[in-house]
């Protein structure tokens, strides 16, 4: 079993769509995340959500809009799809307060390709 | 925030060592290392957590200087399965737990 998993895999989509990602863990973790990681491999936070509060907003286009139904799905919703956006999303979870560490698990990635 | 990793690459045979070095600008919660192969998710490797801290995975341990705001990842007796980019993200004291800033990467070729 996939322990975060996404989907699709593989989108291909014209300037000006909008499309979504969707997100789940069956890690039963309380806290999930996008990254993104662009052509020159930079992994950066976009958001992160606990227990479906958005606790992390980095300075990401409105275009961008998260949603989280629950603790354990993270969708992805983009607007208006630029070039620049081509890139890979990454849906992580974690569980806080564990004593071991705020292990970040990723999931496999969805390659957005923007034409 | 983000940290400066040092090599941007290295190429090894099989068999030779390596050192990947995390340099911090900020006071830091915790190190985190991951490696990612062409195409793949970054998979976890270790955190570290308290300065001075080192942890061990078969041939690949790491070690965090909290005082110097450094980690290192040590690779040893390198295979070829070793390959790829591997990245450390710091967890920034102050900052929202479970944001993390990662290097830039450095990309490691094990060769036969």
């Known amino acids: 079993d996939t322990a975060v998993s996404q989907t699709p895999k593989y989108l291909v989509t014209q300037m000006g769509n909008d499309k979504s990602i969707k997100c789940e863990q069956n890690l039963g973790h309380d806290t999930m995340y996008w990254y993104k990681q662009d052509s020159k491999k930079f992994l950066k936070i976009m958001f992160s959500y606990n227990n479906k509060e958005l606790i992390i907003n980095e300075t990401v286009p409105n275009r961008f809009s998260p949603k989280s139904p629950d603790k354990a799905h993270l969708n992805l919703h983009i607007n208006s799809l630029e070039l620049g956006d081509s890139a890979v999303y990454f849906c992580?979870?974690?569980?806080?307060?564990?004593?071991?560490?705020?292990?970040?698990?990723f999931g496999e990635g969805s390659w957005l390709t923007v034409v | 925030q983000q940290p400066v990793q040092s090599p941007q690459a290295v190429i090894l045979r099989e068999g030779e060592d390596a050192v990947i070095n995390c340099s911090s600008s900020?006071?830091?919660?915790?190190v985190h290392w991951y490696r990612q192969k062409h195409g793949e998710a970054p998979v976890f490797l270790m955190i570290l957590l308290k300065g001075g801290e080192q942890k061990g995975h078969e041939k690949i341990s790491a070690s965090f200087n909290e005082k110097k705001q450094q980690s290192s990842l040590y690779l040893t007796a390198s295979q070829l399965s070793y390959s790829g980019t591997y990245f450390c993200g710091t967890e920034v004291r102050g900052s929202t737990l479970g944001r993390l800033y990662f290097g830039r990467g450095t990309q490691l070729t094990v060769w036969p």
């Open positions: 992580a979870s974690s569980q806080f307060g564990s004593r071991s560490g705020n292990t970040i698990y």
């Open positions: 900020k006071a830091l919660y915790s």
